[in-house]
């Protein structure tokens, strides 16, 4: 009778034990998703560094052509006996570095807004890179029915039960 008795005890001490852990839940920090904003964040500074380098370098194309042709108007004007210094010449060579200017600085403008644009991208990709995803898993019965450590528990709970049963059935 006593081992009976022994034997029910550890079987409701082991249903307790999984019916209390039906409901438990644990966190964890997700593994499967990569972060990718360190490197989005270096793609987009490079970017814009490019974007104003190209920049530089074609102001400076835009700066070279420009000398270029202003040597051969003012060759061209001297060649035809016009005075550089006054009337329509100079008027000629200050019009022409006008236009010039403009186009620079519409050249400038250009790539620096590209390069704010990659500089915008790169600040989003560091944002990025400090939110951090969790997610959250309940146990299944299969997992804890198969789980050695709380197999291991649940006996050694049982068991120094049906060792008071038994000492309090034989008193």
């Known amino acids: 009778m006593c081992s009976v008795v022994g034997v029910g005890a550890l079987l409701a001490v082991a249903a307790t034990a999984v019916s209390s852990n039906q409901s438990s839940r644990k966190v964890t920090m997700s593994s499967t998703s ?51 210094g006054s009337g329509s010449a100079i008027d000629l060579l200050v019009n022409n570095r006008g236009i010039v200017q403009r186009q620079m600085n519409t050249l400038r403008h250009q790539s ?7 500089d915008v991208a790169g600040a989003k990709a560091d944002a990025r890179n400090v939110v951090q995803t969790a997610h959250v898993e309940q146990d299944s019965w299969r997992e804890t029915l198969t789980d050695p450590l709380f197999m291991i528990n649940t006996t050694r709970k049982g068991l120094s039960l049906f060792g008071k049963v038994v000492q309090h059935a034989t008193k």
Do not use: C, F, H, M
Request: cysteine-free; aromatic content about 8%.
């Open 34 to 84: 990569v972060n990718t904003a360190p490197v989005d964040s270096y793609v987009a500074k490079t970017k814009a560094n490019y974007a104003r380098a190209e920049g530089d370098r074609t102001i400076n194309e835009a700066r070279n052509r420009y000398l270029q042709s202003e040597g051969q108007v003012q060759s061209t004007l001297a060649a035809g006996n016009v005075s550089l």
């Open 112 to 118: 620096d807004v590209k390069a704010w644009e990659y």
